[in-house]
Nanobody, 123 residues
């Protein structure tokens, strides 16, 4: 079983930056994809970014390309999401997720989820 704990959310002004962290523990041998998703109030959970443990199979949602960067920590037990040039529409609860399908952008392919961290962007 894989456990995920996110941190790093908060309140930021439009144009600002945040870095989210996700600590990964447990049985990660079957994990091939680490992703970030987000969910705004009243909306579905949307894909943000995904990578594998070696930084490959890297994909981003069109809405965050060139602004967000997903990365894996050197010890391969942390996943980061660097968010730059934040916009009010980026405000959401951000979730870290682990799955077996390389490069998947579908929430249904991810088996483990963190509790989420709130990102608020003021205009």
């Amino acid at each position: 079983q894989v456990q995920l704990v996110e941190s790093g959310g908060g309140l930021v002004q439009t144009g600002g930056s945040l870095r989210l962290s996700c600590v990964v523990s447990g049985r990660t041998s079957s994990v091939n994809a680490m992703g970030w998703f987000r969910q705004a109030p009243g909306k579905e959970r949307d894909f943000v970014a995904v990578t594998d443990w070696n930084g490959g199979n890297l994909y981003y949602a069109d809405s965050v390309k060139s602004r967000f960067t997903i990365s894996i920590g050197s010890a391969k037990n942390k996943v980061y999401l660097q968010m730059n040039s934040l916009k009010p529409e980026d405000a959401a609860v951000y979730y870290c997720a682990a799955g077996r399908q390389y490069g998947s952008r579908w929430a249904s392919d991810f088996d483990a989820w963190g509790q989420g961290t709130q990102v608020t962007v003021s205009s």
